[in-house]
């Protein structure tokens, strides 16, 4: 098959987070959307939780009003998020698992099993004109859920691989790089659009980026700890130079 260009979605709830350490406006997400997207973000990705606990529902009318690119709205699918949406328009909603109690999101969304929630959610947002995305564990039959469910993109959940890559476990990357090439052969069979994430740096995402079904990653958390050290900018530099030398 044609390989495609590979896409990169960098996510700002990171500078929330540190913004909202101190409670006031700085940094600002929305001045670390637009140094990603000149630095080569193809897209920004943004979560809203139910807690607030990093991005607010300002930043995402912020967001939404300031880009030029598209804007991936992640969210919890409830029907509070499902209002905000449709009000706000976003390119895509990527609907994921949330419990409050979690420092980040683990694991993917339960679409066969919440099947008869998620139905009518996905419903209306496509009805709106938003793009879905439902971010789940890298399976086959998880692949068939989606389509069944009328998804037209899936985002697979990269944590498993990106944890067996910091521990050195050979054979448990072994394992989870299998389950993603699987899951994304299969998705993309069934005519669903692939993108992948959590977890990813620079030091992981190469085989993440070389399989040719992924058309997206969307990347955050590490983006944002390494500016810390090099710059937003170059970071984001980095990441895209590792995922387009894995592509190539």
Not at 85 to 93: K, N, Q, R, Y
Not at 134 to 143: G, N, R, Y
Not at 147 to 166: D, F, I, K, N
Not at 228 to 243: E, K, N, S
């Amino acid at each position: 098959m044609t390989v495609s260009q590979l896409r990169l979605g960098v996510n700002v709830d990171h500078v929330a987070t540190v913004r909202n350490a101190r409670g006031g406006a700085y940094p600002d997400p929305v001045r670390a959307a637009r140094l990603a997207v000149e630095a080569g973000a193809d897209g920004i990705t943004a979560h809203l939780r139910e807690d607030r606990r990093h991005i607010r529902d300002a930043d995402i009318a912020a967001l939404k009003a300031n880009l030029t690119v598209p804007l991936n709205f992640e969210m919890g699918a409830t029907d509070e998020m499902i209002a905000i949406a449709i009000a706000t328009e976003p390119h895509a909603a990527c609907l994921v698992p949330e419990k409050r109690e979690e420092r980040t999101t683990e694991g993917g969304l339960d679409i066969v099993g919440g099947r008869d929630h998620l139905a009518p959610r996905i419903r209306a947002l496509a009805e709106a004109g938003i793009r879905v995305s439902l971010f789940v564990e890298p399976e086959p039959e998880v692949m068939e859920a989606a389509r069944a469910l009328g998804a037209p993109v899936v985002e697979l959940h990269t944590g498993s691989y990106c944890e067996a890559a910091m521990a050195g476990d050979a054979a448990a990357v072994a394992h989870e790089l299998a389950r993603l090439r699987r899951a994304a052969a299969h998705g993309a069979g069934l005519g669903l659009e692939i993108h992948a994430g959590h977890g990813l740096t620079t030091d992981s995402v190469g085989p993440v980026a070389a399989i040719p079904q992924i058309r997206e990653l969307n990347i955050g958390h590490a983006l944002i700890a390494d500016a810390i050290f090099v710059g937003l900018a170059q970071a984001i530099r980095d990441m895209r130079a590792a995922m387009d030398g894995a592509r190539g």
